[in-house]
């Protein structure tokens, strides 16, 4: 169950909104080394939420199969699957769970929905590669009366209708990395309105939408767009490609800062600006994730900000309301029963959802951010170790001092 006091989910009733997840490419070399630790986020924690109770006593009816979309973000296999497997095994004694990653195919994901619901599972969780298109899996699971939990991307394919909706503010995430961005390039006295090279997420991703959308909403008429396009996959390289050909078009001065959507693609924009001798010291830009690399970035100075996302009280939920509906128990978790008015439309109906909130993070918590110490080191988020593998000589022999100039300890 979840720690009252330790994790903070915030709640929106959203009534037109559109949403699904996020993510992107870490860094391949810098992928956290260990899953984050099972610990609720100090930073986060329910809104008012009721005492815990265990979840139902009934006998299960089935398996539950969890199915996470693609696995070069480090988040799905570090993160999302053993906080869900562990909460799963805690509170679904007796329960079987199974798992599968898409690796980004949508006909992979549908046959692993096929093949799941074909062994016996009454309850998908299932995270789409595209929840635009995921009608099949849908068709199907609705046809063999197996619940479905819209897990961190929201599923909108036309006439569907999940049985519930977990995931992040993803608008906010844009708005948040937008306030920041500009925040920062306030701070540097332009005497204009800066120049701004603007990469989105994946169009198959709903999320990347809510993000782009929620950055927009800040951004615009406040800056200078001089690019805008979009990595197709959430991969690093195309974010790379992306900034080789803004800085050939416009040059070494001819942008102030970047709006990215995730770590991975900073990672990506990083590696283009170094390798055409830009220091990225002297480009703000923005990443989502707390991915290590990104961290790592954030303390030299390379690059301004990124978006905390507490994944375990996300993963835990979603464990919690697949264990209640294995067992045919339509009554909401005791964690959650505060959360069950709210919803969120997918295009066809308003779904039960459950929206936990993100953070802005820097490295010094300025402009209404959190600091590195402050959020993902006082969380563990990649366990007891978090802040020595943040701040690894082996890295970066100057990452030590740099840490230790920071406050991160």
């Not at 006998?59 to 969890?66: K, Y």
């Not at 970035?297 to 509906?325: D, S």
């Amino acid at each position: 169950m979840f720690n009252s006091k330790k994790i903070a989910i915030a709640i929106i009733s959203v009534s037109a909104i559109v949403t699904a997840c996020s993510s992107g490419t870490a860094s391949p070399s810098a992928a956290p080394a260990s899953a984050p630790a099972s610990v609720a986020p100090a930073s986060v924690a329910p809104a008012s939420a009721p005492a815990s109770a265990p979840a139902s006593a009934a006998a299960p009816t089935g398996s539950v199969a969890l199915l996470l979309p693609e696995n070069h973000t480090p988040r799905y296999e570090a993160a999302d699957k053993p906080f869900f497997e562990a909460k799963f095994a805690a509170v679904c004694a007796g329960a079987k769970e199974t798992y599968s990653n898409a690796a980004e195919s949508d006909t992979t994901q549908q046959a692993q929905a096929e093949a799941a619901i074909t062994g016996g599972a009454k309850v998908l969780v299932l995270d789409p590669v595209n929840g635009a298109t995921a009608t099949a899996i849908m068709t199907n699971a609705a046809a063999k009366g197996v619940k479905v939990i819209s897990y961190d991307r929201l599923i909108t394919a036309p006439t569907t209708t999940p049985d519930w909706y977990i995931s992040f503010d993803n608008e906010k995430v844009g708005q948040l990395q937008g306030t920041a961005l500009l925040a920062k390039l306030d701070s540097l006295n332009l005497g204009r309105k800066a120049n701004v090279v603007w990469i989105n997420g994946s169009p198959k991703d709903n999320n990347a939408t809510l993000f782009k959308k929620g950055a927009h909403s800040v951004l615009d008429g406040k800056v200078t767009i001089v690019v805008e396009d979009a990595m197709a996959n959430w991969q690093q390289s195309e974010a790379q490609t992306i900034m080789d050909g803004a800085i050939t078009k416009f040059g070494k001065t001819g942008f102030d800062a970047v709006y990215v959507a995730n770590d991975g693609g900073a990672a990506g924009v990083y590696a283009s600006m170094v390798s055409k001798g830009i220091d990225p010291k002297t480009k703000p830009m923005t990443g989502q994730d707390a991915a290590l690399d990104a961290l790592q970035r954030i303390v030299l100075g390379q690059q301004y900000m990124t978006i905390y996302k507490a994944i375990q009280p996300e993963a835990e939920a979603a464990a919690e309301l697949a264990c209640n509906l294995v067992k045919g128990d339509a009554t909401v978790p005791a964690d959650l029963t505060a959360f069950s008015a709210t919803t969120v439309n997918n295009g066809t109906a308003d779904i039960k959802s459950v929206l936990l909130n993100p953070l802005a993070v820097t490295i010094d918590g300025a402009n209404s951010t959190l600091s590195v110490e402050a959020s993902v080191v006082k969380d563990l988020f990649y366990g007891p170790t978090t802040a020595a593998q943040i701040c690894d000589a082996k890295v970066t022999p100057t990452l030590p001092a740099a840490c230790t100039a920071a406050g991160v300890k």
